[in-house]
């Protein structure tokens, strides 16, 4: 795997962790400022379902890290587009169903990585 790829898919892995953080840890502190067209009321009511979104992210971040761990540069190539795939499905279907800022901090970024992917 290119040294781009790398440090594109190390980034967005990052990015993921910090989404698990603030959806697990920090939803009715920290996101309010992070999420301000939510209204401050469904914070707590919404604190579960964020908690399980949050957990998802990590999900993908972890498979990001993992990619990047593998020795046999077919398989990590191949684990890094799997899981920057579904950063692109995630993305895309955020920013269609919940805002557009979505796809442009999550999907363009996973979509870059994959380029870099294909092209190193």
């Known amino acids: 795997m ?27 502190t920290r996101a309010p400022k992070v999420f301000r067209t939510i209204p401050k009321e469904l914070f707590p009511k919404t604190k579960t379902m964020a908690a399980n979104q949050g957990l998802y992210n990590g999900f993908l971040a972890a498979g990001l890290i993992w990619s990047l761990l593998i020795q046999d540069m ?30 442009y901090v999550q999907a363009v ?8 992917l294909i092209l190193f």
Not at 5 to 22: D, E, R, S, T, V
Not at 74 to 103: D, E, M, P, Q
Not at 109 to 116: G, K, N, Q, T, V
């Open 2 to 28: 290119h040294i781009a790829a790398k440090i594109l898919i190390a980034l967005i892995a990052f990015a993921h962790f910090y989404f698990l953080w603030l959806e697990m840890f920090a939803w009715e």
């Open 74 to 103: 077919t398989w990590a190539k191949n684990v890094g587009l799997f899981f920057a795939a579904c950063v692109v499905v995630a993305g895309a279907y955020g920013g269609w169903s919940v805002h557009k800022r979505i796809f």
């Open 109 to 116: 970024p996973a979509i870059i990585a994959i380029i870099a």
